[in-house]
């Protein structure tokens, strides 16, 4: 599916219409992290249902709401649940709330997801922040900039070398530091799923440089930098990647929703304590 600007435009012009309130920040809340849009204040929420072209999350742990209110001072909108490539969507289904988000006047995008730990260091429970990422879905073919550019958006070639903001990365640290909340730093590869890796998998990723794999976010980012937009990502490490077989372990969906509820607190601090502090 190939949206227009006249997609985007009613899309905008129907957001419009239920709230007066301009977002700043957009926000993404990843599986079993929808939770955080409970504590936006003064919210006013649309069911993606209501909206014309919006994707929707068949997965469990994904609300399908957008909510727009106030945080922290900030105005936000965010998606509670997001939709996946895995789920038969096209990727530029998949990276349509951003550029609506964008048109809607967020400058700054906010991402967080649950990742599989690849970083033998990393315990369920813990937060990544993201500094980085590999788009192996995007580098095999599935690339949502692919296809004819609107230059009005942004450029046809767009630079990644500083995809997550250096500040908002330093101010995420600081709140971690604050609030005394192990935040780790690294490298998210973005897979298309739904299945979780085998072991061999595991451990070419590892060797490709990756701390963290998920199956969301990268793409969303890609639509994001190149709209111009300030990016920060965390990832919550909801399980740890298996890399050796014949083993009674095995990664599952529910574990994934369960590691949420620890995850959340920290997550929800460390957000609110970065839209406080950022000047936008």
Partial sequence: ????????????????????RMPQVGLVLGSGLGGLADTIEDRVVIPYDD????????????????????LEGKTVVAQQGRAHFYEGYSMQQVTFPIRVMRQLGANTLILTNAAG?????????ELMLINDHINLVGMIGNN???????????PRFPGMSRTYDR???????QVADENGIHLNEGVYIGLSGPNFETPAEVRMLRTLGADAAGMSTVHEVLVARHAGMRVMACSGITNVAIDQ??????ANHEEVLEAGKV??????AILKGVLKAVSL
Avoid: C
């Fill in 1 to 20: 599916m190939t949206y227009t600007a006249t997609d985007y435009q009613n899309v905008v012009s129907l957001i419009q219409s239920r709230t007066d």
């Fill in 51 to 70: 909206i014309p072209g919006w994707p929707k999350s068949t997965v469990h742990g994904h609300h399908g709401n957008l909510v727009i209110g106030q």
């Fill in 117 to 125: 730990g690849l970083n033998a260091n990393f315990n369920v429970g």
């Fill in 144 to 154: 949502p900039l692919m296809g004819p550019n609107d230059d009005s958006i942004g």
């Fill in 167 to 173: 500040e908002l990365r330093q101010l995420a640290r």
């Fill in 245 to 250: 077989i014949d083993t009674d372990m095995d």
């Fill in 263 to 268: 995850i959340v607190p920290r997550l929800t």
